[in-house]
């Protein structure tokens, strides 16, 4: 079983990590937005791509062609984000290429799903959300899976 786990740098790529447990006995491949960053995952295979948002919507395409280029390439079973835009982007081309995907919707967004898991619930094959109140037909809280 192959993982390809996407996170931009910061609280992303914590609560990213903080799922290694889940990933136990898996070939799991890292992608985020600091080459920093591959120091964390030492032993798994990583990769780096720029970071974007929605005000910039040209690199967006770009990172959307190098994560679909990885995906591509690398097969993984599933692909799982905590976000945000590049972690997006990376499901929208496993999704393209008929891989399974996840998204874990992050801690901060108490209130109502983060933009990027409000874009992701449209076409994700599921959607975790750490919070009770904001769970329903399409958005699965399965307790806290962060903490």
Same mark, same amino acid.
């Given at each position: 079983?192959?993982?390809?786990?996407?996170?931009?740098?910061?609280?992303?790529?914590?609560?990213?990590?903080?799922?290694?447990?889940?990933?136990?006995?898996?070939?799991?491949?890292?992608?985020?937005?600091?080459?920093?960053?591959?120091?964390? #995952?030492?032993?798994?295979?990583?990769?780096? #791509?720029?970071?974007?948002? &929605?005000?910039?919507?040209?690199?967006?395409? &770009? $990172?959307?062609?190098?994560?679909?280029?990885?995906?591509? &390439?690398?097969?993984?079973?599933?692909?799982?984000?905590?976000?945000?835009?590049?972690?997006?982007?990376?499901?929208?081309?496993?999704?393209?290429?008929?891989?399974?995907?996840?998204?874990?919707?992050?801690?901060?967004?108490?209130?109502?799903?983060?933009?990027?898991?409000?874009?992701?619930?449209?076409?994700?094959? &599921?959607?975790?959300?750490?919070?009770?109140?904001?769970?329903?037909?399409?958005? $699965?809280?399965?307790?806290? $899976?962060?903490?």
């Amino acid at each position: 079983m192959k993982v390809l786990a996407v996170a931009s740098k910061g609280g992303h790529w914590v609560e990213l990590l903080r799922l290694l447990p889940a990933f136990s006995g898996m070939e799991v491949v890292y992608v985020s937005t600091d080459s920093n960053l591959s120091a964390t #995952v030492e032993g798994s295979k990583f990769y780096s #791509v720029p970071d974007a948002n &929605r005000w910039n919507k040209y690199k967006l395409i &770009r $990172i959307f062609i190098q994560l679909f280029d990885i995906v591509r &390439r690398e097969k993984p079973n599933f692909v799982i984000s905590t976000g945000a835009a590049p972690g997006l982007m990376a499901l929208m081309a496993a999704k393209i290429l008929g891989i399974k995907t996840i998204w874990i919707d992050t801690i901060a967004s108490a209130e109502k799903l983060s933009l990027s898991g409000r874009i992701a619930l449209k076409f994700v094959d &599921r959607l975790y959300t750490q919070w009770p109140d904001l769970s329903g037909p399409k958005i $699965i809280y399965a307790g806290n $899976i962060l903490l």
